[in-house]
C-alpha cells in the first residue's frame, strides 16, 4: 500500500481529493473508487504496484494516431473507476461486484526493467481510470523519465486540476474519453457532469501535452446529428481542432447489452459532420480497417498516411509535413 497523495481531515473522516467525487471516508471504509482505504486516520492507495493488466500494444490501440507511430507501449491498468459507465468494456475489472482479480506485483522500477528489457520507450496508464491508481501513476511515471521512457494516459478525465497539474511533467500524451458535453446525458450515462472532462483537456492543451479525443457513438445515446454538433462546436469553440478526434463504435456491453452496434453510416455522418464543422483530423475506430483510418492532409485533403487496423502501409510525411502542399500535419511523429 502508499499514502494517497491528496487527501484532508473532514467531519470525523478522510476527504479524497484525487477527483471529483471527493470521496469521505470513516476509518475501515474504501471510498468510491474501491482503491482508497481509510486505516487509523491515514488514507491509502490499496491497489499501489498491483496491476491486473500488463500487456504490449500497439500505440495506435491506445487510440493515438498521431503520436509515436508504429512504436510499442506498454500498458498497465488496475481495478475499479471513479464512473459508473452503462457501456464500460472493462467492466470485469473497473465496476463493483467484478473486483477480484489476479493481480502482478509491479513496482515502479520494475515497469522500468520490464520496458528496458522489452526495448520499449512508452508507457500508457490505461484499461482502468488511472485516477484511481494515480499514485501508482506518478510514480512510473516520476521513475520512468530519468529512463527518456515517455508516458501516456487513457482516461476519462475525472480528475482534479490540482493532482492532474502535478502529473503534467511526467505526461506526454493523452486520450481522453469526452462520452458528452450535454449534462444530462453524461450524468445518465456515466453518473457524473462532464464539466471536470471538459476541464480535464483545457488543462492538458495549455500544459502541451499531446491530446487525443475519444468519442464513443452509441444507439440511442450519443447518435444524434445534434448531439455530435453539440460535441464538435464545444471542441472548436475550445481550441481543439487540431487535435484528432476518433468516433469509436459501440458494441453491446455490460448494462447496455441490450443495442446495437451502431451502424456505419451514423458513423460516417458524424465524422462529415466534424470536418465540416472545423475538426482537422477524424477518424472511425473499433470497425475494420477503412477510409476513415488514414490520415488527410487538413489543406489539400490528399492522404498523408495510409492504415490497415494498427499498422501503418504508408507515411508519406516528409518532416511531419504535407509532400503534396507543405502543411504540417499536428502530431508528434517521430
Not at 484532508?8 to 474501491?34: F, M, Q, T, V, W
Not at 487510440?63 to 472493462?90: A, D, E, I, V
Not at 445515446?221 to 463504435?249: A, I, M
Request: proline content about 6%; some cysteine; aromatic content about 10%.
Amino acid at each position: 500500500m502508499k499514502e494517497v497523495l491528496y487527501y484532508r481531515s473532514k467531519e470525523h473522516a478522510l476527504e479524497c481529493l484525487i477527483c471529483p467525487r471527493a470521496c469521505l471516508i470513516a476509518d475501515g471504509k474504501k471510498g468510491y473508487c474501491l482503491n482508497k482505504h481509510h486505516i487509523n486516520g491515514k488514507l491509502y492507495a490499496t491497489n499501489y504496484g498491483k496491476p491486473c493488466a500488463v500487456n504490449i500494444d500497439p500505440i495506435e490501440k491506445k487510440p493515438l494516431l498521431h503520436y509515436k507511430p508504429q512504436t510499442y507501449t506498454l500498458s498497465l491498468g488496475t481495478t475499479g473507476c471513479n464512473m459508473r459507465c452503462k457501456n464500460c468494456q472493462n467492466a470485469s475489472i473497473s465496476q463493483p461486484g467484478f473486483q477480484a482479480q489476479n493481480n502482478y506485483e509491479l513496482l515502479p522500477e520494475d515497469v522500468v526493467k520490464l520496458c528496458l528489457s522489452k526495448k520499449i520507450n512508452t508507457i500508457s496508464f490505461t484499461y482502468n481510470e488511472p485516477a484511481v491508481f494515480y499514485e501508482y501513476m506518478y510514480d512510473v511515471a516520476h521513475y520512468s523519465k530519468s529512463y527518456h521512457i515517455s508516458n501516456v494516459m487513457v482516461s476519462n478525465g475525472f480528475i482534479n486540476p490540482v493532482p492532474l497539474k502535478a502529473l503534467l511533467p511526467y505526461i506526454d500524451a493523452a486520450n481522453i474519453d469526452l462520452k458528452t458535453v450535454d449534462a444530462t446525458t453524461h450524468y445518465k450515462l456515466t453518473g457524473v457532469y462532464p464539466d471536470a472532462v471538459k476541464n480535464t483537456l483545457k488543462i492538458l492543451k495549455n500544459a502541451g501535452v499531446w491530446i487525443e479525443i475519444t468519442h464513443l457513438v452509441i444507439p440511442e445515446w450519443t447518435d444524434k446529428t445534434e448531439s455530435v454538433k453539440q460535441l464538435c462546436d464545444w471542441l472548436t469553440r475550445n481550441g481543439f481542432s487540431s487535435y484528432p478526434l476518433h468516433f469509436s463504435r459501440f458494441h453491446p456491453t455490460y448494462k447496455l447489452s441490450h443495442l446495437p452496434i451502431t451502424p456505419l453510416d451514423v458513423l460516417e455522418a458524424a465524422r462529415n459532420i466534424a470536418l465540416k464543422m472545423g475538426m482537422k483530423y477524424v477518424y472511425i475506430g473499433n470497425v475494420p480497417s477503412n477510409e476513415a483510418s488514414h490520415t488527410y492532409c487538413p489543406a489539400c485533403r490528399k492522404k498523408v498516411v495510409e492504415r490497415n487496423s494498427y499498422n501503418i502501409l504508408h507515411n508519406h510525411l516528409r518532416k511531419a509535413c504535407c509532400p503534396y502542399c507543405g502543411f504540417k500535419v499536428d502530431g508528434i511523429w517521430a
